[in-house]
């Protein structure tokens, strides 16, 4: 699973965001054949790779038949809305396509979001709320294309930058509007989602759809994190003209596993959470921790306890990086009978971790060298011995006792 951390140094858009993931390594085609699963028609995908100040990205565009007609329409200006689609009828579409389960969750979750919030702006109920049939298509490929992008590309976890959006007022179907927009302005309310507004730029950089999928997915907001090793890093430019670089960038990285990274500093702070559960059964324990580990936290544990109610009952604990607490718990939320969970932030002391490699009779076998002041250990990597072991049919003991008097010589 990876991490994708948005560099919304000029806003987001739904099609900002598509072509970031394509230009990442989105496969356009499997894009496509996954929306044919939502069983509409009557629109085209482009896909253009192009420069813009020298800097190549992607360009992706929805064309509609029928042409251009973006956004929300409100009901109280609009008589003629028998091609419309309700917030429903946009939800059992989802529903009733084959797309995976956790696509159709977070479409829907956009979708309602953005309803939300015009349905608040616009003084409507939300079953009120309508697309115009041109629209409603563009906005739906748009939010469930940057689902399936996330599912396609392994992504489980996204890390933005503050927002930037830019100021004055924008042109629309039923006339002017200030930016930051009156939906993404809504959407912000009851949430710290970061936004600085560039008073340099009189245009919208933040959408609606865009404020949707950051609303809704995004987990953290702050600077890139410092110790990764970034595996891709990818354009989706913009359509409007800012008089700057008007793209979105995506870094993708991969988190690594504690016992890989090279540890300098002895003291930090971690966090761990906890729930008690007493409806939970064993094999979803199970499940919950592999997603817990496969998501970075340090470790996942079950303590046996009796709980209230007489009920024999299970605590989870989960260690990991604070950075990553809002992720972990959205996944205890999610993946475990609890409807809450605690957490508590401890002090921590490590030992500085290397790395280095020893030649045995066997083979090579890792070696993790941990120190603290003066004291040190020399421990041979599990994985590197129990492999070993098994492709050679030699006893375990044998191969790390080798690894231990190799280690023996390493400076
Ligand atoms: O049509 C309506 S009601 C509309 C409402 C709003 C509000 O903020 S309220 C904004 N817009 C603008 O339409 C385009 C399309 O947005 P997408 O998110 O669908 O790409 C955009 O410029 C919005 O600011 C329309
Ligand atoms: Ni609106």
Excluded at 29 to 51: A, M, P
Excluded at 154 to 173: E, K, R, T, Y
Aim: charged letters at 25%; aromatic letters at 6%.
């Amino acid at each position: 699973m990876k991490t994708l951390y948005l560099d919304a140094f000029s806003g987001i858009s739904g099609d900002m965001f598509l072509g970031t993931m394509l230009d990442l390594g989105l496969d356009f085609n499997k894009l496509e054949s996954e929306l044919r699963k939502l069983k509409i028609d009557g629109y085209k995908l482009s896909c253009k790779q192009n420069d813009k100040s020298s800097i190549y990205g992607t360009n992706f565009d929805v064309q509609v038949n029928g042409g251009k007609d973006k956004g929300f329409i409100e009901h109280k200006h609009n008589h003629s809305h028998h091609n419309a689609r309700h917030l429903n009828d946009i939800l059992k579409l989802i529903d009733n396509s084959s797309l995976k389960e956790s696509v159709k969750n977070n479409s829907k979750n956009i979708f309602t979001e953005i309803a939300k919030a015009e349905s608040t702006v616009h003084h409507m109920s939300l079953t009120d709320v309508h697309f115009h049939e041109v629209g409603a298509v563009d906005s739906i490929i748009d939010i469930v294309g940057c689902c399936i992008a996330l599912d396609l590309m392994d992504i489980d976890n996204i890390i933005s930058s503050p927002l930037s959006d830019g100021s004055g007022f924008i042109q629309v179907a039923h006339g002017q509007m200030p930016v930051p927009v009156p939906a993404v302005a809504q959407m912000r309310v009851g949430t710290d989602i970061p936004i600085k507004q560039r008073l340099d730029i009189k245009t919208e950089l933040v959408t609606p759809t865009g404020m949707g999928i950051v609303k809704t997915l995004v987990n953290e907001f702050g600077p890139l994190p410092e110790q990764i090793k970034p595996l891709k890093i990818g354009y989706g430019f913009g359509k409007r003209d800012t008089g700057g670089f008007n793209a979105l960038r995506g870094i993708l990285f991969e988190k690594k596993k504690l016992s890989q990274k090279v540890i300098k500093d002895t003291k930090d702070k971690i966090t761990l959470i906890e729930a008690n559960l007493d409806d939970q059964t064993g094999e979803g324990l199970g499940y919950v921790m592999q997603k817990l580990m496969n998501a970075g936290a340090y470790d996942v544990f079950f303590t046996p306890i009796q709980m209230k109610k007489d009920r024999p009952a299970t605590k989870i604990t989960v260690l990991g990086n604070i950075s990553d607490q809002l992720l972990l718990i959205k996944i205890i939320l999610k993946e475990t009978s609890t409807i809450g969970v605690r957490y508590q932030h401890w002090h921590r002391v490590v030992m500085q971790r290397r790395f280095e490699k020893v030649t045995t009779d066997y083979g090579e076998i890792k070696i993790k060298i941990a120190t603290y002041g003066n004291v040190e250990k020399k421990i041979p990597e599990y994985i590197d011995c129990a492999q070993i072991a098994h492709r050679k049919n030699i006893s375990f003991i044998n191969v790390y006792q080798s690894a231990i008097i190799a280690a023996q010589h390493l400076n």
